[in-house]
């Protein structure tokens, strides 16, 4: 979440990497540009802390000089289910510690703006990445819980991981569903942890008790957080062996 979470970032997924024994690392970033998209310049300094791939969301395309890097990227993905016409793909493999990992990016229906049906297009996109590798991983970008578990229970056994991002706030249901997908909510968001969901608390109230704001800005002051998950994957079959939370606060 902007330059607060880019720092934190920098500081601490080096050390998680170090810890957890760590192969992969995918990160959402469609924040990470003053709280609204992402750049190239961005993208490239994720890159540098240590994130292998990153996903998008909602607001993938606030920043319009970003299209022409999008599309010429093989390592930052949007949803898969957007329309065809936009830049960008919605999936992507690379190659980590020996093993190939696919990454599929989706984004919900309920109460966000419209798109493809998440379910059919998470088909016909699976299908085509267990074709190349038995490790899958899928970031459902959803504002409904109900929305992302339903996707969680359908592709149960279909792929390593369903993990949810946007809603900001890390949720305590990661668990391993009956068909070896490791599953949670939201993973939660690295930056700061004061304001509300990264921004500054003003403007964000006023919106709430008025109908009225500036634009929104990033919370620069006061302590930080870094949040995601640890998930091990069987490379041979592509089930998830355990998945744990990482909520890491007051981070200065």
Do not use: W
Not at 87 to 107: Q, S
């Amino acid at each position: 979440m902007g330059s607060p979470g880019r720092e934190v970032l920098k500081r601490s997924l080096s050390l998680a990497r170090e810890q957890y024994d760590i192969h992969a690392c995918i990160a959402n970033g469609e924040n990470a540009a003053g709280g609204f998209g992402l750049t190239a310049q961005t993208a490239e300094e994720m890159f540098e802390s240590g994130v292998d791939l990153i996903t998008g969301g909602n607001h993938i395309f606030d920043k319009r000089d970003f299209a022409e890097y999008l599309e010429s990227s093989n390592r930052v993905i949007r949803p898969a289910n957007y329309s065809p016409a936009v830049p960008g793909r919605g999936a992507a493999t690379f190659v980590a510690n020996g093993v190939t990992v696919g990454v599929l990016n989706l984004i919900g229906r309920t109460f966000m703006s419209p798109s493809d049906d998440p379910f059919r297009c998470a088909d016909t996109y699976v299908a085509e990445l267990r074709a190349r590798t038995p490790v899958v991983l899928v970031d459902v970008h959803a504002e409904a819980t109900s929305e992302k578990i339903a996707l969680g229970r359908y592709l149960d056994g279909r792929v390593s991981c369903v993990f949810g991002t946007h809603t900001h706030v890390q949720t305590a249901d990661e668990q391993i569903l009956a068909g070896g997908t490791a599953y949670i909510s939201d993973l939660g968001m690295t930056g700061p942890t004061e304001g509300i969901i990264g921004m500054e608390a003003g403007a964000v109230l006023d919106r709430f008790l008025t109908g009225l704001s500036e634009r929104f800005s990033v919370q620069k002051t006061g302590p930080r957080q870094f949040c995601g998950a640890v998930v091990a994957v069987d490379p041979g079959t592509g089930k998830a062996n355990e998945i744990r939370r990482i909520y890491l606060k007051g981070i200065a």
